[in-house]
């Protein structure tokens, strides 16, 4: 989200700072509240909304006319037909087309411009990323409810915190494609549009940030279960001793996790990831006494765990960070790209 900041050589310090934001310690999730509003600042000071990522900035108000223009629909199939054409003239760089392949429907999302050198830069990444989470949120919006996503394909290699993209999109993710696509089933093309002027006008409000906090995946027993399993480390919880804390069952606890899209152990391995990286970015800690305040029994456990997450061992980690850092004359970001 940063990255046409960036570009354009803005600080962006102050609207972090006023939108309660700190990157200071990249293993802390960003409540989605302050996202919201960083996403809302961060426009408003470029007077772009698509975050300065591309040649032609989308004008503000674009996100507002985006909604009017579906309104008149009658089925989903017709509003999002609808935002494509729209799109075109306000985001010519991404081309959005919708169709059906069988019993299900493909929503793709493709480059028309070569605006981005490497497939894994950042901007490029949150671009694609950005206007699928804004298309699928104002499609369940405007339906009355979650649209379910199959599968996605993303367009760009397979990123250290790939395990993220279940709790955000799909269990079903994979990298690497031409593309973006990403597939639902045709059906909930017919679904109609629920929604009138009235409530358009209060959907508005807060927007278009306000599409972040839209029909996300990860919701209140995944944080609860992440934010126990960090407080009590390096004690290593187990599933049962989460169940007993919140006053479940181990087997209700499962499926309220199951139901959010993820699992107890999926929670655990994301949360270690995202402290080792914070630390091994940030700080000069041993590697030993990590794995020991991550909860592992030995350091060779850590090892095998970290080569599974980066495809590297942390020394080699610290290493490239390290290259990046000489090499631009600036702090290298967190590899797992947040």
Same mark, same amino acid.
């Given at each position: 989200?940063?990255?046409?900041?960036?570009?354009?050589?803005?600080?962006?310090?102050?609207?972090?700072?006023?939108?309660?934001?700190? *990157?200071?310690?990249?293993?802390?999730?960003?409540?989605?509240?302050?996202?919201?509003?960083?996403?809302?600042?961060?426009?408003?000071?470029?007077?772009?909304?698509?975050?300065?990522?591309?040649?032609?900035?989308? =004008?503000?108000?674009?996100?507002?006319?985006?909604?009017?223009?579906?309104?008149?629909?009658? +089925?989903?199939?017709?509003?999002?037909?609808?935002?494509?054409? /729209?799109?075109?003239?306000?985001?010519?760089?991404? !081309?959005?087309?919708?169709?059906?392949?069988?019993?299900?429907?493909?929503?793709?999302?493709?480059?028309?411009?070569?605006?981005?050198?490497?497939?894994?830069?950042?901007?490029?990444?949150?671009?694609?990323?950005?206007?699928?989470?804004?298309?699928?949120?104002?499609?369940?919006?405007?339906?009355?409810?979650?649209?379910?996503?199959?599968?996605?394909?993303?367009?760009? =290699?397979?990123?250290?915190?790939?395990?993220?993209?279940? *709790?955000?999109?799909?269990?079903?993710?994979? /990298?690497?494609?031409?593309?973006?696509?990403?597939? /639902?089933?045709?059906?909930?093309?017919?679904? =109609?549009?629920?929604?009138?002027?009235?409530?358009?006008?209060?959907?508005?409000?807060?927007?278009?940030?306000?599409?972040?906090?839209?029909?996300?995946?990860?919701?209140?027993?995944?944080?609860?279960?992440?934010?126990?399993?960090?407080?009590?480390?390096?004690?290593?919880?187990?599933?049962?001793?989460?169940?007993?804390?919140?006053?479940?069952? +181990?087997?209700? *606890?499962?499926?309220?996790?199951?139901?959010?899209?993820?699992?107890?152990?999926?929670?655990?391995? !994301?949360?270690?990831?995202?402290?080792?990286?914070?630390?091994?970015?940030?700080?000069?800690?041993?590697?030993?006494?990590?794995?020991?305040?991550?909860?592992?029994?030995?350091?060779?456990?850590?090892?095998?765990?970290?080569?599974?997450?980066?495809?590297?061992?942390?020394?080699?980690?610290?290493?490239?960070?390290?290259?990046?850092?000489?090499?631009?004359?600036?702090?290298?970001?967190?590899?797992?790209?947040?």
């Amino acid at each position: 989200m940063l990255s046409g900041l960036y570009r354009l050589q803005h600080d962006p310090r102050p609207l972090l700072a006023a939108s309660g934001i700190s *990157l200071a310690e990249s293993a802390s999730r960003i409540p989605v509240k302050r996202y919201a509003v960083l996403y809302n600042r961060i426009i408003a000071e470029l007077g772009d909304e698509a975050f300065g990522l591309f040649p032609q900035p989308m =004008p503000l108000g674009s996100f507002e006319f985006l909604c009017r223009g579906m309104l008149g629909a009658h +089925t989903l199939d017709e509003a999002l037909a609808r935002a494509s054409r /729209f799109l075109r003239i306000v985001l010519p760089d991404l !081309a959005l087309s919708v169709r059906r392949n069988g019993n299900r429907a493909e929503l793709e999302i493709a480059e028309t411009s070569a605006r981005f050198g490497d497939p894994a830069d950042p901007a490029r990444v949150f671009a694609f990323e950005w206007l699928l989470r804004l298309i699928h949120g104002v499609a369940c919006w405007f339906v009355g409810r979650g649209i379910a996503l199959d599968s996605v394909r993303f367009p760009y =290699p397979r990123p250290a915190h790939a395990d993220d993209y279940a *709790l955000v999109y799909t269990e079903h993710s994979s /990298f690497e494609g031409d593309t973006l696509l990403a597939r /639902f089933r045709d059906n909930l093309l017919e679904l =109609p549009i629920r929604r009138d002027d009235a409530a358009l006008g209060r959907f508005l409000e807060d927007a278009p940030g306000r599409i972040s906090m839209l029909y996300r995946r990860d919701r209140e027993m995944v944080l609860r279960v992440r934010d126990l399993l960090r407080a009590a480390l390096p004690t290593n919880l187990s599933i049962d001793d989460v169940a007993r804390h919140i006053h479940l069952s +181990t087997r209700t *606890l499962h499926r309220r996790l199951e139901e959010e899209g993820s699992s107890f152990r999926r929670i655990k391995e !994301a949360t270690r990831r995202d402290i080792a990286y914070a630390r091994l970015t940030k700080t000069a800690q041993p590697i030993a006494e990590l794995a020991a305040d991550l909860g592992y029994a030995d350091t060779s456990t850590f090892y095998r765990a970290f080569v599974a997450w980066s495809g590297m061992s942390p020394e080699q980690f610290r290493a490239q960070l390290a290259a990046r850092h000489d090499g631009s004359g600036t702090r290298a970001a967190p590899m797992d790209g947040r």
